[in-house]
T-cell receptor, first 112, second 112 residues
Framework: EADIYQTPRYLVIGTGKKITLECSQT?????MYWYQQDPGMELHLIHY???????EKGDLSSESTVSRIRTEHFPLTLESARPSHTSQYLC???????????FGQGTRLTVV | GDSVTQMEGPVTLSEEAFLTINCTYT??????LFWYVQYPGEGLQLLLK?????DKGSNKGFEATYRKETTSFHLEKGSVQVSDSAVYFC???????????FGSGTRLSIRP
């Protein structure tokens, strides 16, 4: 079983609120990722990190920001939530090279 | 750039039917190939993988063979069960790449 955890699992929040989605892994993986998954199932990469103090924007433009101060922790922050941010957010990590990624259980965010 | 194309769904089968979900890829290097499965309300789990041409990945009765000549990695199972109902993602990762490239997902429903 993968040791990668996301909190909260579900979140309902009002428009304009600031929120942080947490993601932690205990596997010592350097590479970490945030995906947004739309109702049509497709995964969109929104942020990734090669290691501590390294962050990059992904393929899908996002109003969120990330930080990587510690290897095991990769939180995602929305400064001002909007209904268009309603989605499932998945965090993943992997060693690197061509290794597989391990996924957390996801956070389902609803902005009302 | 690298890409993955997989069979569009949804796919609906009766229990004990034979399953094939097609996946083809485009890559400049020699990628590793993966199949992930996502059960309702969960994150993605690795189902199987293959790291070089002619390798066969297998797990839980599912199989897929890395075919370099046809750039394919089709998922098969001889006799599906209701519990196999889920969304299946084909993916690739090149050792020189920072990301994993996912297909758009195929929803599978099995009727009792």
């Amino acid at each position: 079983e993968a040791d990668i955890y996301q909190t909260p699992r579900y979140l309902v929040i009002g428009t304009g609120k600031k929120i942080t989605l947490e993601c932690s892994q205990t596997m010592g993986h350097d590479k970490m990722y945030w995906y947004q998954q739309d109702p049509g199932m497709e995964l969109h990469l929104i942020h990734y990190s090669y290691g501590v103090n390294s962050t990059e924007k992904g393929d899908l433009s996002s109003e969120s920001t990330v930080s990587r101060i510690r290897t095991e922790h990769f939180p995602l922050t929305l400064e001002s939530a909007r209904p268009s941010h309603t989605s499932q957010y998945l965090c993943a990590s992997r060693i690197g090279g061509s290794a597989e990624a391990f996924f957390g259980q996801g956070t389902r965010l609803t902005v009302v | 750039g690298d890409s993955v194309t997989q069979m569009e769904g949804p796919v609906t089968l009766s229990e004990e039917a034979f399953l094939t979900i097609n996946c083809t890829y485009t890559a400049t290097g020699y990628p590793s190939l993966f199949w992930y499965v996502q059960y309702p309300g969960e994150g993605l789990q690795l189902l199987l993988k293959a790291t070089k041409a002619d390798d066969k990945g297998s797990n839980k009765g599912f199989e897929a063979t890395y075919r370099k000549e046809t750039t394919s990695f089709h998922l098969e199972k001889g006799s599906v069960q209701v519990s196999d109902s889920a969304v299946y993602f084909c993916a690739l990762s090149d050792s020189s790449a920072s990301k994993i490239i996912f297909g758009s997902g195929t929803r599978l429903s099995i009727r009792p």
